[in-house]
């Protein structure tokens, strides 16, 4: 009786306790096309561009995501790189410009919080708002810019559209 009680025992603990596994986040890796962006001003004025064709230009920006077009501007996240097609109607090759790209993550829950492209002396980052399985949400930082005396930040939507 004490073996077979023994023997439920640790049939018990060996079947019934659940395994615990850290919860793991998708990679950004894959294919991106920019659906919108909104454009949020210091003095309060807010610009949504969700048109086809529009066109955003961010006026101190170095390297990516000088000009975006909606629809038209790609995005492609591979290991550490960026790629980018700023204009599909351009001939050449898939991607006009490939950039290096690091990642940071939370320290608390480690999901994505921000890439940085490490190409350029002054970096430019963007914060990882939204991480979803089909659409990335991207905040640039506040940005001065001195010609209109005003600062800006962008909030980017891009949807996935392959691997």
């Known amino acids: 009786m004490k073996n077979i009680l023994l023997l439920l025992s640790l049939l018990i603990t060996l079947v019934g306790c659940e395994k615990y596994e850290l919860e793991t986040y998708p990679t950004l890796d ?24 529009d066109e955003v230009y961010f006026p101190i920006v170095n390297g990516p995501l000088e000009e975006i077009i909606i629809n038209e501007t790609k995005f492609g996240f591979s290991g550490v790189t960026m790629s980018a097609i700023y204009n599909e109607t351009d001939f050449g090759s898939p991607w006009d410009r490939v950039y290096n790209i690091r990642f940071d993550s939370d320290l608390v829950t480690g999901s994505w919080s921000r890439i940085t492209v490490t190409d350029y002396l002054f970096s430019p980052s963007f914060n990882i708002i939204e991480d979803g399985l089909e659409y990335v949400i991207l905040n ?4 001065y ?10 909030t980017i939507v891009l949807y996935r559209e392959g691997p």
């Open 30 to 53: 894959g294919t991106y096309r920019v659906s919108s962006v909104t454009m949020t001003t210091s003095n309060g004025e807010t610009t949504h561009y969700v048109n086809a064709g």
């Open 145 to 154: 810019d001195e010609a209109n005396g005003v600062e800006r930040e962008y």
């Open 140 to 143: 640039r930082n506040t940005q």
